[in-house]
């Protein structure tokens, strides 16, 4: 495969070239202008954390406190052409008070550099969803919900001003590119997919021998028969030992005349994913063994992954999928739905052949391009007793670099929810031929060497976007919007952070709302008028129904809804609301196609595709008024590509 295939709408591609000085040529084949760095630096808590972007800070103006943004300040700032960029500490992530601004700035896809100076990669991985090696790291959410990264392995505890500025330039050319290059991508993600895909670029791996990028998809297929997570590892490793060649020359080390021959006999790749207290199982991979000295590959391979539920395309009214629907209805696994993803795979190969296989008892998978014994001398013209003659002539481009595409897929349980590790790991073996004379003693060596670097991914496999159920923030529709929260015991409205556990809530097969970080279930306590959360039972008042947008308990048969009464939660013990009656052909959907106002005799009432619509009958006008924001609620679907509307 040619360096040249990448997909073009990664983050990687654009900062990787930049970052290896190949920022002109890059941009120039695409017709970008060149790079321009940040106009503006959101710092959010730690002020002092900017010193670990180099010389960012001193090119940036204005440095703007993130916690201080107005709603019309993050409107700004999410356009693309403002340039702005966000930087955290990762030790304040998960106590920053200002997190949901960050986080809809990056659901928005302002960049966000992430300084990392302790032990807090897990910290890291719940909130993005992974944690490069190394320390500091730049997030970028792209359209489509993939999120592309750059971390830095630099031998420095943090990003030099050389990184910093370029990556933060590399980032600004690439979000106004995001939408247009997106098109161009041959695997399309469906919203509402349980699926969560990251990009890096294996770019700094501590030698130039070893660059190149990676894709890494972690899937959710749940059907009745099975639950697994799947993690895919797409890794395109470009290998070019620098050394490869002829030496003729004085040598100061020591300091003799010498005569060397450097070549790779053996390019190698591996994946190898490993999880606490669970053995992922490698279930595919490509490419596979070929005995074959010239190798022209593609293929193209094709997963389905199988998810419960459905997508809510039974009750919208074009037909078509509607996560927020499906978001609305209890997990089924009597129904299903199945997606397609394929991954291609194109290599070429001259002069070596290649071995595929498991290594360490199935614990790792590796690929290995060894060159054709009868080549092993090629640099060789004519070795005497006291003299040697070296050649460049017969040298093939396979042997000064080589590009592999490989790909691999494990599988875990669905219901872990750990942290996983993901290790790529690219090397060479150089085979060093060299002659010297030693006084008047003519010697020689002949040695080969091992290189290799490896990169290592930390994933939370407990990511909301993983969920069987679909994962929301359940939001009101009163004053600014707050969303459900648990806090202990109990459950209170607070400001939408699509980024806090507490905040998640996903409707079981028991129509059961579950809260995603302690796994207790939504209660409604009719008799106090408050709302709690408790170890899940089947009890009616942990059990939930949609009635358009109005949220009731199953409690006293669905009498109780639960409101907002001057800030405060509460669940309808007293009648408070009058009787709004619920769509006849699905309750999700509105009563009538002007609610929230009042009904209007003979207006049409909602119907999911090819459905006759009803008309709103005259006595409805007559009974029922318009619903207030007070007892209405959304939810706010955590899926990937689908981007949270707060």
Not at 313 to 318: P, V
Not at 558 to 580: I, K, N, P, Y
Not at 608 to 623: D, I, M, Q, Y
């Amino acid at each position: 495969m040619s360096p040249h295939a990448f997909t073009r709408r990664t983050l990687v591609t654009a900062l990787g070239a930049l970052l290896l000085g190949a920022a002109g040529q890059a941009l120039a084949s695409r017709g970008d202008a060149p790079a321009e760095p940040p106009n503006t630096l959101l710092v959010f808590g730690d002020p002092s954390h900017i010193e670990h972007a180099g010389d960012l800070a001193a090119h940036v103006s204005p440095i703007v406190d993130g916690a201080a943004l107005s709603a019309p300040d993050i409107e700004r700032f999410a356009d693309p052409a403002a340039r702005a960029i966000a930087v955290v500490a990762a030790r304040d992530l998960v106590t920053l008070a200002a997190r949901p601004m960050l986080m809809h700035l990056f659901d928005r896809g302002v960049p966000v550099f992430v300084c990392v100076d302790d032990d807090s990669r897990a910290d890291v991985a719940r909130v993005f969803g992974i944690a490069p090696p190394g320390g500091d790291t730049l997030y970028v959410r792209q359209s489509d919900g993939e999120v592309a990264v750059l971390g830095n392995t630099a031998p420095e505890a943090h990003w030099s001003p050389r990184w910093s500025r370029r990556a933060a330039s590399a980032a600004m050319s690439f979000r106004p590119s995001v939408e247009a290059d997106a098109i161009a991508n041959d695997t399309p993600q469906a919203s509402g997919l349980p699926m969560v895909t990251f990009h890096e670029g294996l770019i700094d791996t501590g030698t130039d021998d070893i660059t190149g990028r990676a894709v890494i998809k972690v899937l959710r297929t749940s059907t009745r028969t099975e639950d697994d997570k799947e993690i895919h590892v797409h890794a395109w490793p470009i290998i070019t030992p620098k050394n490869a060649g002829i030496f003729a020359g004085h040598d100061m080390r020591p300091a003799v005349n010498l005569s060397a021959a450097y070549l790779p006999w053996v390019y190698r790749v591996s994946h190898r994913v490993s999880a606490d207290g669970v053995q992922p199982q490698m279930v595919d991979s490509l490419p596979e063994s070929d005995g074959r000295t010239s190798i022209d590959y593609e293929q193209v391979k094709r997963r389905s992954i199988n998810i419960g539920g459905g997508t809510g395309e039974g009750a919208s009214a074009d037909g078509q999928p509607d996560a927020g629907l499906a978001a609305k209805l209890p997990f089924n696994l009597s129904f299903s739905y199945q997606n397609e993803t394929t991954e291609t795979i194109r290599y070429s190969f001259t002069d070596y052949s290649m071995l595929a296989r498991p290594v360490d008892a199935g614990q790792a998978a590796q690929w290995e391009a060894r060159i054709a014994p009868k080549l092993e001398n090629v640099l060789l013209d004519n070795v005497r007793a006291d003299s040697v003659k070296l050649t460049e002539a017969r040298m093939t481009p396979m042997m000064r670099s080589a590009t592999f595409d490989t790909w691999s897929v494990w599988e875990l349980p669905g219901s872990y929810e750990g942290m996983a590790t993901v290790e790529i790991e690219g090397g060479y073996e150089l085979n060093e031929k060299k002659w010297w004379w030693d006084r008047s003693n003519w010697r020689s060596s002949d040695a080969t060497v091992p290189v290799s670097v490896k990169k290592r991914y930390v994933l939370d496999m407990s990511h909301p976007f993983l969920t069987r159920e679909i994962t929301v923030l359940v939001r009101s529709a009163f004053g600014n919007g707050g969303c459900l929260a648990q806090t202990g015991d109990n459950v209170s409205i607070a400001t939408c952070d699509p980024s806090s556990r507490t905040q998640m809530w996903g409707l079981d097969s028991e129509s059961r709302y579950v809260n995603r970080s302690s796994g207790l279930c939504l209660t409604a306590d009719p008799a106090r008028d408050r709302l709690t959360v408790g170890r899940c039972t089947l009890g009616n008042d942990q059990r939930w129904e949609w009635r358009a947008d109005r949220l009731h308990s199953r409690f006293d048969d669905g009498r109780h809804r639960l409101f907002v009464d001057g800030g405060t939660l509460r669940v309808d013990a007293a009648g408070r609301f009058e009787d709004t009656p619920s769509n006849p052909h699905n309750a999700i959907l509105p009563p009538w196609s002007g609610y929230p106002r009042a009904p209007v005799a003979g207006e049409l009432i909602p119907a999911p595709f090819n459905t006759a619509a009803g008309l709103v009958p005259a006595s409805w006008e007559r009974s029922y008024g318009a619903v207030g924001p007070e007892q209405r609620w959304s939810v706010v679907v955590l899926r990937a590509g689908l981007t949270p509307e707060l």
